[in-house]
Antibody, heavy 114, light 107 residues
Framework: QVQLVQSGAEVKKPGASVKVSCKAS????????IHWVRQAPGQGLEWMGR????????NYALRFQGRVTVTRDTSISTAYMELNRLTSDDTAVYYC???????WGQGTLVTVSS | DIQMTQSPSAMSASVGDRVTITCRAS??????LAWFQQKPGKVPKRLIY???SLQSGVPSRFSGSGSGTEFTLTISSLQPEDFASYYC?????????FGQGTKVEIK
């Protein structure tokens, strides 16, 4: 079955960067987009960006452009989301999701605190 | 970017009630809309994709309708396990965008 397993919780200081991984299994990794969605505490879902693993093509939400980078390593079926210049507003659970968003990772809590 | 306006943002309802949630797009998106349910501390679950197609395993009391700019999610008879937050998502254009969410609470 399809599984997306994300890396563990992170605590970062303001100004730092974080890189979250999403390891896929149970399907052909290169055949489906991987999306990144975040959710701040008590808030709604926010789409951040996506990558097509076969080509490496990416799209990003305007508000994150210049600050987020989504990459992939097809040899290990893993996608990555790196967010730079963190502020307390970036404290959130970050999710990866496959293709048509039927399958999601378990989420990674990123806490930004001095 | 396409803005998705979801209403209401919260509502109280009783078991057995009919519940309707609306999502409006700032421009036409065809039927490229999905609905998700999220319970506290859990991963979002896709219910409907595209606008009126029920995901396999989702109870038939859930239904979706609409196209263009206006969409609805209807729960025909609210059950205790349906108390949750619901989100629409447009995927016609990139960047994709979610509605702000609707929290359905017990009256």
């Amino acid at each position: 079955q399809v599984q997306l397993v994300q890396s563990g919780a992170e605590v970062k200081k303001p100004g730092a960067s974080v890189k979250v991984s999403c390891k896929a299994s149970g399907y052909t990794f290169t055949g489906f987009y991987i999306h990144w969605v975040r959710q701040a505490p008590g808030q709604g879902l926010e789409w951040m960006g996506r990558i097509y693993p076969n080509s490496g093509d990416t799209n990003y939400a305007l508000r994150f452009q210049g600050r987020v980078t989504v990459t992939r390593d097809t040899s290990i079926s893993t996608a990555y989301m790196e967010l730079n210049r963190l502020t307390s507003d970036d404290t959130a659970v970050y999710y990866c999701a496959r293709g048509d968003l039927a399958d999601w990772g378990q989420g990674t809590l990123v806490t930004v605190s001095s | 970017d396409i803005q998705m306006t979801q209403s209401p943002s919260a509502m109280s309802a009783s078991v057995g009630d009919r519940v309707t949630i609306t999502c409006r797009a700032s421009q036409g998106i065809g039927n490229y809309l999905a609905w998700f349910q999220q319970k506290p501390g859990k991963v979002p679950k896709r219910l409907i994709y595209p606008s009126s197609s029920l995901q396999s395993g989702v109870p038939s009391r859930f239904s979706g309708s609409g196209s263009g700019t206006e969409f609805t999610l209807t729960i025909s008879s609210l059950q205790p396990e349906d108390f949750a937050s619901y989100y629409c998502l447009q995927y016609n254009n990139y960047p994709q965008s979610f509605g702000q969410g609707t929290k359905v609470e017990i009256k």
